[in-house]
């Protein structure tokens, strides 16, 4: 994918185009139209983007990648639109990044407390792994001494 340099203005851009420089699918970005995250222009029957729409989709690529929901994609860019300051943009999409800290931090806690469960488990394995090799190494040499004596025996 590419970085938020900035675009010429007046440039439009192919659905191919814009598939290939986000590593998308077409359908990919047919999806995102379709959920009302990006608006291109037609020409004719082609869909045309825009400086803007690119913008957009660095945008929600990079939510995306955060783990937002399409819909709080969606909530967040109707508010760019609403406010010609980007107070009410920047003060939900605030709201909305610190909630999604709380959501990893929980479920970063509840790893942790997985993985240590796992390893309690692991460590319990591994002693009653070792346990069963010593009696089983002792039960091997027990029915390798008896033997011998039995074959040393006419």
Same mark, same amino acid.
């Given at each position: 994918?590419?970085?938020?340099?900035?675009?010429? =203005?007046? =440039? !439009? /851009?192919?659905?191919?185009e814009?598939?290939?420089? !986000?590593?998308? +699918?077409?359908?990919g *970005? =047919? !999806?995102y139209? $379709?959920?009302?995250? *990006?608006?291109?222009?037609?020409v004719?029957? +082609?869909?045309?983007?825009?400086?803007?729409?690119?913008?957009?989709? %660095?945008? %929600?690529?990079?939510?995306? @990648?955060?783990?937002?929901s399409?819909?709080? %994609? @969606?909530? /967040?860019?109707? #508010? /760019?639109?609403?406010?010609?300051?980007?107070?009410?943009?920047?003060? @939900?999409?605030?709201? &909305?990044?610190? $909630? &999604? *800290?709380?959501?990893?931090?929980?479920? &970063?806690?509840d790893?942790?407390?997985?993985l240590?469960?796992?390893?309690? #488990?692991?460590?319990?394995?591994?002693? =009653?792994?070792?346990?069963?090799? *010593?009696?089983?190494?002792?039960?091997? @040499?027990?029915?390798?001494?008896?033997?011998?004596?039995?074959? &040393?025996?006419?």
């Open positions: 994918m590419t970085d938020s340099a900035p675009s010429d =203005r007046s =440039r !439009f /851009y192919s659905v191919a814009l598939a290939n420089e !986000f590593s998308l +699918t077409s359908q *970005i =047919r !999806f139209e $379709e959920s009302g995250l *990006i608006a291109p222009a037609r004719g029957r +082609t869909r045309v983007f825009n400086y803007q729409d690119r913008a957009r989709l %660095i945008l %929600i690529q990079r939510l995306r @990648r955060l783990g937002f399409i819909d709080a %994609i @969606r909530e /967040y860019l109707s #508010l /760019y639109r609403a406010d010609a300051t980007g107070a009410t943009q920047y003060r @939900r999409g605030l709201e &909305r990044i610190v $909630e &999604r *800290i709380r959501e990893l931090e929980s479920k &970063r806690l790893l942790d407390e997985t240590a469960g796992l390893r309690a #488990l692991e460590r319990e394995a591994h002693d =009653r792994l070792d346990r069963a090799l *010593i009696e089983e190494s002792k039960t091997q @040499r027990s029915k390798d001494t008896n033997g011998k004596r039995d074959l &040393r025996t006419p």
